[in-house]
């Protein structure tokens, strides 16, 4: 295939409906001009690495909602589910791994029968991941083990993918609607975290250096630029693999020209990024603050297990099949049942490292962890980013670049000093000319 073939392939899509993550990618350019000309802050480096932190939480979610989205099901429980792996990872800290004394006798025991329940779902449903992570869950809490960051962290997503695991099995083998159990499961998250911090409590993780560092640390000058090889390394050699072993084996591949410019394009965006976040930005002379923050390495590790997952495994194609068509697949021998539940397991789970992520910024968790917008923002992100809202079209990139559009608009209106009305009547009408988009092109693609 030439160059040329390869534009008009290219254009043939994007007058098919297949539009992808494009309509994001430049409304997020046009946002960014406009805030740029609006406001003289915006494209400063503190601002820049802060916009980054604000939003990486959510965007986090929408990652893991990508997978639920591309079956054409909803979980409207992953914000409060979130908020939920929070209170539980901020009681264990707290309450120096004293889970009993922190939730009392009764609810404890509830909590951990609950995560062995999970897991003998998880056994039921042939989740593998889900039932032992459902089962370390329980065994962190039971044992007592002593406050430790990375210990919490993992209790975090061992709670997520055991949350994940019921909803999976009440959507997938009871049959019950998602809009209906996760709405359900949605109010029921919510007095759940109301009951483990109490009304008006707080549990403050910022003593926490691990814990805080997560959302406000930064990589060192080095390690940053480390990262940026890595990244851009990384992608030359996994296209670049591709390209060359579809070529050996005769098959259609796209033009060298455009691989290489691909690999250029990375590189243009993460060699100029690095450079301005390896300068100092702090405010004052008594800072010094350099450094791609650790957020950003966070995201780059889930956003590629999650594309490696979706485009290179059995399972990927598997979802994909059942979101295209899920009669189709169960004729094919695909265990529909097991795929609908699993995506939300690892929707949940993605979740609880969203929560980790969001938790560090503030430093704290409170009864509305998790709540509020956090779940409308992450699907809106998904959903702005380029997923289908009726299934079988997303990516998981499309979340990031989503997530990026909503953060932008986020902190842009913040420099300007508009309310929070204004910001979520922006936010909605961002959203909704995301939904118009999606079903113009599927409309468009279906008349094709």
């Not at 779902?121 to 869950?137: D, H, Q, S």
């Not at 691990?210 to 940053?224: D, E, I, M, P, R």
């Not at 390896?278 to 002379?285: E, Y």
Request: proline residues 3%.
């Amino acid at each position: 295939m030439s160059t040329q073939d390869a534009m008009r392939d290219y254009l043939a899509r994007l007058r098919g409906g297949d539009l992808g993550a494009l309509p994001a990618i430049l409304g997020l350019v046009v946002l960014v001009a406009v805030f740029w000309l609006l406001s003289d802050g915006f494209l400063t480096l503190d601002n820049l690495a802060n916009l980054l932190a604000q939003g990486t939480g959510k965007m986090i979610i929408a990652m893991g909602l990508v997978f639920v989205l591309l079956l054409g099901e909803i979980d409207l429980s992953a914000g409060t589910a979130s908020g939920v792996c929070a209170a539980v990872m901020a009681m264990h800290y707290v309450r120096a791994g004293n889970l009993l004394g922190g939730m009392g006798t009764t609810v404890f025991a509830v909590f951990v029968g609950g995560l062995v329940a999970a897991a003998l779902l998880a056994l039921l449903t042939r989740i593998w991941a889900g039932a032992v992570l459902a089962l370390v869950g329980a065994g962190i809490a039971l044992v007592g083990a002593p406050p430790n960051p990375w210990l919490e962290m993992l209790l975090a997503v061992c709670v997520g993918a055991a949350i994940g695991v019921i909803t999976g099995f009440l959507v997938s083998r009871i049959g019950m609607p998602s809009f209906v159990v996760t709405l359900a499961l949605f109010i029921t998250w919510q007095g759940v975290i109301l009951r483990f911090i109490g009304e008006g409590g707080v549990f403050g993780i910022d003593t926490q250096p691990t814990l805080f560092a997560v959302a406000n640390g930064n990589l060192g000058v080095a390690a940053s630029w480390g990262l940026c090889a890595v990244v851009v390394l990384g992608y030359a050699a996994a296209v670049g693999g591709e390209h060359l072993l579809r070529l050996h084996r005769g098959l259609v591949t796209a033009p060298t020209p455009v691989v290489v410019a691909k690999v250029v394009a990375v590189a243009a965006v993460a060699v100029p990024a690095t450079s301005a976040l390896t300068l100092d930005r702090a405010t004052n002379d008594y800072a010094d603050i350099r450094g791609v923050p650790y957020v950003v390495p966070i995201v780059l590790v889930l956003l590629v297990a999650g594309t490696y997952v979706l485009n290179r495994t059995r399972y990927g194609r598997h979802v994909h099949a059942v979101g295209g068509n899920a009669e189709a697949a169960r004729r094919a021998g695909i265990p529909v049942g097991r795929i609908r539940a699993s995506v939300f397991v690892v929707a949940s789970a993605t979740a609880a490292v969203g929560a980790v992520v969001y938790s560090s910024k503030v430093g704290s968790v409170d009864p509305q962890a998790g709540g509020l917008n956090t779940l409308l923002f992450a699907v809106g992100a998904a959903v702005i980013g380029g997923t289908s809202l009726f299934g079988g079209r997303g990516r998981v990139s499309h979340a990031v670049v989503g997530g990026l559009v909503l953060a932008v608009v986020e902190n842009g209106l913040g420099l300007l000093k508009q309310p929070a009305a204004m910001v979520n009547i922006v936010t909605g009408l961002v959203l909704l000319l995301a939904a118009t988009v999606d079903a113009l092109s599927r409309r468009r693609a279906a008349r094709g």
